[in-house]
């Protein structure tokens, strides 16, 4: 199958689900593109991303933080203004490991309560595919030179703040609604 055919297919399946209250069906396909565990999972989590986020507050010249942008699914041809996701990656320079740290709905539907997340499946494996140079997923790094303690303060503020989740939020905004592309771009603070 092509990766138009089934990015078609995945967009029906998206209008579907918007447009029917089945739990199941959203649960599926959340648990197939976004990642294994659901959206209560990354809600009960958000106190330990909270966490992590102090860790580096408290400790920014052990911790870098990168901006990537890329592809909502791996099979996208190219990202477009509506199918794009953004996400951060953690890197400690200390242990030489990282995290992905991202904003999603925690229900696969336009509008729900958001979450924090670190180290979802989708993010996780768009970033291994950049770094190993398949980039299947569309990444780009940006280009920008992040203040990580400042920025991990913005990410705790936000979720002390309990924002919803709008997946059109960068396209038509709403008040008190964020998605992962504008959760980037109100939390990021420059050097």
Excluded at 157 to 170: K, T
Aim: with cysteine; charged share 20%; proline share 2%.
């Amino acid at each position: 199958m092509n990766k138009n055919k089934f990015f078609l297919i995945v967009l029906s399946i998206v209008l579907l689900v918007y447009n029917s209250s089945c739990a199941g069906v959203q649960y599926i396909i959340y648990n197939t593109i976004i990642d294994k565990n659901d959206g209560n999972y990354f809600l009960q989590n958000e106190p330990n991303v909270k966490a992590f986020l102090e860790e580096i507050k408290n400790n920014p010249s052990r911790y870098t933080i990168t901006a990537y942008e890329r592809t909502l699914i791996d099979s996208q041809n190219k990202r477009t203004r509506i199918m794009t996701h953004s996400y951060y990656v953690v890197s400690d320079t200390e242990n030489y490991t990282y995290r992905t740290l991202s904003f999603y709905g925690t229900n696969f539907s336009f509008h729900s309560v958001g979450a924090w997340v670190i180290n979802s499946a989708s993010d996780s494996n768009s970033f291994l595919s950049f770094y190993s140079g398949k980039n299947d997923w569309d990444v780009r790094r940006m280009d920008i030179s992040i203040d990580t303690s400042k920025t991990a303060g913005r990410i705790i503020e936000f979720i002390d703040s309990h924002l919803s989740y709008y997946f059109w939020s960068h396209v038509k905004p709403k008040q008190d609604f964020i998605n992962c592309n504008t959760a980037l771009w109100m939390t990021l603070v420059e050097k």
